[in-house]
Structures are given as structure tokens and as C-alpha cells.
Antibody, heavy 124, light 110 residues
Framework: QVQLVQSGPEVKKPGASVKVSCKAS????????ITWVRQAPGQGLQWMGW????????DYAQKFQGRVTMTTDTATSTAYMELRSLKFDDTAVYYC?????????????????WGQGTLVTVSS | QSALTQPASVSGSPGQSITISCTGT?????????VSWFQQHPGKAPKLMIY???KRPSGVSNRFSGAKSASTASLTISGLQAEDEADYYC??????????FGGGTKVTVL
């Protein structure tokens, strides 16, 4: 079955970086992309961007441009999301999800399935 | 862009139908047929319930249906069941190559 398994929880200090992984299985990795969505404690969902599994094209939400980098390792069907210059309000559960793409373009909100989530806590 | 607008809560008795609205603008819901709905149980990851306004992924009950009129989308749950109690989020593709989410609606089964 299609499955996304994310890395474990992280605790970081303000100003540090975090890199979350998302390992895909059960489908052809380069036929879809991976999108990242975060959810602060008790809050709603916030879209961060996507990366194509076909050619590595990316599109980041304006709020995160310059601070986020999404990459993939097609050999291991794993996607990564790195967020830099962490602030206290970056504390959230970070989710990856498979996204429908048309080649290297993933302009869609067909997100299915989702990973289990990774809690990133920013604390001094 | 601002988030899409959803009611904070909706409730209904078992067997009833409820509808959750999702109001956007002419820059998102109003011009794109890319509205999705996600269900999230406490402590769990979201699950895709509806995509492209009214399509159901394989495995999702036909008690869930979606529609859109102008800049407002809606999710209807018919034959409400205890397992439907969860948070529901709408999402729309938007001008500027971005994806917006609503603030979420808590569905309570009385």
C-alpha cells in the first residue's frame, strides 16, 4: 500500500535548522511529487510548498521562500524538507503528503496519502 | 492571501445530514475547480475526502459529497455516524501558485 514514513521528533534552538525526511513506498516515486504542510499546536493547516519527484522542480509558499529547501533522493524514494533560522513560532507538526503532478508541475491540492507527521519543537 | 473561511463548528445527530461551507474569493475558490476537503481525527494525520470539488478518492464513503457555487464550496456528510466526528479542512488552489486552507470546522455528532 502507498505509505509515507517520516523521521522522528526534533527539538531545536532558535536560529538553528531542522531537516525532516519522508520515505515513500508502494508507488512509483517519480510519477508524483511531495508536498509539505505544517500545523502549529491547536491550529489549522499551512501549506509550505512542493517538490516534483520527476525532476526536482520546487514551488515554495511565499511565507517560507528563502528559509526552506525541499529536496529528494530518488534512489531511496525519500523527500526532505529543511527549514532554517528557526523561530519559536515554527513549533509545529510537519506533514509530508504525496501530491499529484503533471511531469515537473505539481499545481494541485490533491494530497494523498499523508505521512504520520513530525513534531518540531523550537525551544531555548 | 487570506485563509478560506469555514464555520468553527457544526453538529448533528446520527443519521442526519450536515453541510460545511468554505468561502473564498475570485482569486481561489471562485476561479479554480481545485477544492479539496480533508478529515482529521485528533492526533492523526489529515485524510483526503474530496478533490476537484466533488470527486471522492477510492475508499471514501459515498456519504461524503462536495459542491461549489461561485466562491463558496461545501462538504455534505449524509447519514452522520459517530466515526465522522473530526475536524474538517477545505483547501483551494489560488492565484500565485499557492494552496490555501480554511481554518477548520469541528464536527460533533450529538
Amino acid at each position: 500500500q502507498v505509505q509515507l514514513v517520516q523521521s522522528g521528533p526534533e527539538v531545536k534552538k532558535p536560529g538553528a535548522s531542522v531537516k525532516v525526511s519522508c520515505k515513500a513506498s508502494g508507488y512509483t516515486f517519480n510519477s508524483y511529487g511531495i508536498t509539505w504542510v505544517r500545523q502549529a499546536p491547536g491550529q489549522g493547516l499551512q501549506w509550505m510548498g512542493w517538490i516534483s519527484g520527476y525532476n526536482g522542480n520546487t514551488d515554495y509558499a511565499q511565507k517560507f521562500q528563502g528559509r526552506v529547501t525541499m529536496t529528494t533522493d530518488t534512489a531511496t524514494s525519500t523527500a526532505y524538507m529543511e527549514l532554517r533560522s528557526l523561530k519559536f513560532d515554527d513549533t509545529a507538526v510537519y506533514y509530508c503528503a504525496r501530491i499529484y503532478c503533471d511531469g515537473g508541475s505539481c499545481h494541485s491540492n490533491w494530497f494523498d496519502p499523508w505521512g504520520q507527521g513530525t513534531l518540531v519543537t523550537v525551544s531555548s | 492571501q487570506s485563509a478560506l473561511t469555514q464555520p468553527a463548528s457544526v453538529s448533528g445527530s446520527p443519521g442526519q445530514s450536515i453541510t460545511i461551507s468554505c468561502t473564498g474569493t475570485s482569486s481561489d475558490v471562485g476561479i479554480y475547480g481545485l477544492v479539496s476537503w480533508f478529515q482529521q481525527h485528533p492526533g492523526k494525520a489529515p485524510k483526503l475526502m474530496i478533490y476537484e470539488v466533488s470527486k471522492r478518492p477510492s475508499g471514501v464513503s459515498n456519504r461524503f459529497s462536495g459542491a461549489k457555487s461561485a466562491s463558496t464550496a461545501s462538504l455534505t456528510i449524509s447519514g452522520l455516524q459517530a466515526e465522522d466526528e473530526a475536524d474538517y479542512y477545505c483547501s483551494s488552489y489560488a492565484v500565485g501558485h499557492t494552496v490555501l486552507f480554511g481554518g477548520g470546522t469541528k464536527v460533533t455528532v450529538l
